[in-house]
T-cell receptor, first 111, second 117 residues
Framework: GQQVMQIPQYQHVQEGEDFTTYCNSS?????IQWYKQRPGGHPVFLIQ?????EVKKQKRLTFQFGEAKKNSSLHITATQTTDVGTYFC???????????FGTGTRLQVFP | GAVVSQHPSRVICKSGTSVKIECRSL??????MFWYRQFPKKSLMLMAT?????????EQGVEKDKFLINHASLTLSTLTVTSAHPEDSSFYIC?????????????FGPGTRLTVL
């Protein structure tokens, strides 16, 4: 079954509000990636985190990898309507190339 | 960035027929490609890992005789859904992992929406 869970499953926010999605794995990950999927589209790579405790920023997006490398978060500051979509984390275990996708968080932004 | 194409983008077929989906890496060589399926409003579920020149590795619960995978070259992998049934209707997405020199990530194709009547 699914071993990487994300919360919340779904979130509505008003434009300008912040948004955070949390990703939790039952096992330690070698690295974690984040993807965004627009409605009707395919996943688009956002970022990869490798080191324990790593924090990376992309404009209004802040990504964090937990110290134990079992959890991660994506925070969006001052959401815009263009942020609408489903955000997936995806983790790798060991040396495998396989990605295990999280359950996803669907973000809706109201103008 | 790297580009992965899928063909067809959408297919409707009758129950019992077979459907072939192609996944191509257009500007890089992919030793490994992955096939996922995604049901509406659900996550991507890995079906199998396709390795160039060798047999695909299937995830638990995925029937290898039903979902035939062929990875004949470094730029092409195909997924054939044999004797399709309505429950096989889904969004099938491939991704390609590049060789050294390409960013260590997976590049996803645009997906193929299969509807089995």
């Amino acid at each position: 079954g699914q071993q990487v869970m994300q919360i919340p499953q779904y979130q509505h926010v008003q434009e300008g509000e912040d948004f955070t999605t949390y990703c939790n794995s039952s096992t330690t990950l070698s690295n974690i990636q984040w993807y965004k999927q627009r409605p009707g589209g395919h996943p688009v790579f956002l970022i990869q985190l490798v080191k324990s405790g790593e924090v990376k920023k992309q404009k209004r997006l802040t990504f964090q990898f937990g110290e134990a490398k079992k959890n991660s978060s994506l925070h969006i500051t001052a959401t815009q309507t263009t942020d609408v979509g489903t955000y997936f984390c995806a983790g790798r275990k060991g040396n495998t190339d396989k990605l295990i996708f999280g359950t996803g968080t669907r973000l809706q932004v109201f103008p | 960035g790297a580009v992965v194409s899928q063909h067809p983008s959408r297919v409707i077929c009758k129950s019992g027929t077979s459907v072939k989906i192609e996944c191509r890496s257009l500007d890089f060589q992919a030793t490994t490609m992955f096939w996922y399926r995604q049901f509406p409003k659900k996550s991507l579920m890995l079906m199998a890992t396709s390795n160039e020149g060798s047999k695909a590795t299937y995830e638990q619960g995925v029937e290898k005789d039903k979902f035939l995978i062929n990875h004949a070259s470094l730029t092409l992998s195909t997924l054939t859904v044999t004797s399709a049934h309505p429950e096989d209707s889904s969004f099938y997405i491939c991704s390609a992992h590049g060789l050294a020199g390409v960013t260590d990530t997976q590049y996803f194709g645009p997906g193929t929406r299969l509807t089995v009547l």
